[in-house]
């Protein structure tokens, strides 16, 4: 088994809020994150795709055509808007890194043809990071 991973960045803004919640609450789990017009990170997204290298291309998949899926089902939707108001696949979720790894997963699921999505990872400006294996 061979696993091959494209990294792609987009930077969005986001709120931790959980309605639920009182404000000292959200305050005292989220802290900055929970600032009330959100506040922005840089994030880096890494897609692994695992399986056997075609014999033919040598590709368990083109990392071109995966920049192409990641564009077209994740950076379009998601860089320089609020995740919170902007992402209708965000709608009603806490935006955390484990969440937005979560959410990838369900957008390009299904959408990868040559190997197997193995893993989404979703790390924020900061370093922290979730990956989500499905």
């Excluded at 919170?84 to 484990?98: C, F, H, K, M, S």
Aim: proline share 4%; net charge negative; hydrophobic share 40%.
């Amino acid at each position: 088994m061979v696993y091959v991973t494209r990294k792609a960045h987009f930077s969005a803004a986001h709120r931790l809020f959980n309605p639920k919640f009182t404000d000292a609450q959200n305050e005292a789990v989220f802290d900055k994150c929970n600032n009330v017009h959100g506040h922005g990170h840089n994030y880096e997204i890494e897609v692994t795709v695992a399986g056997e290298p075609d014999p033919e291309t040598g590709y368990v998949i083109d990392l071109k055509k995966l920049g192409e899926l990641i564009e077209e089902f994740i950076l379009t939707k998601v860089d320089h808007k609020h995740l919170n108001y902007d992402v209708p696949e965000l709608a009603g979720i806490i935006p955390t890194a484990e969440n937005i790894a979560l959410v990838f997963w369900q957008l390009l699921e299904g959408r990868i043809t040559e190997g197997t999505l193995h893993s989404v990872r979703v790390a924020e400006s900061d370093n922290n990071f979730a990956e989500y294996f499905g």
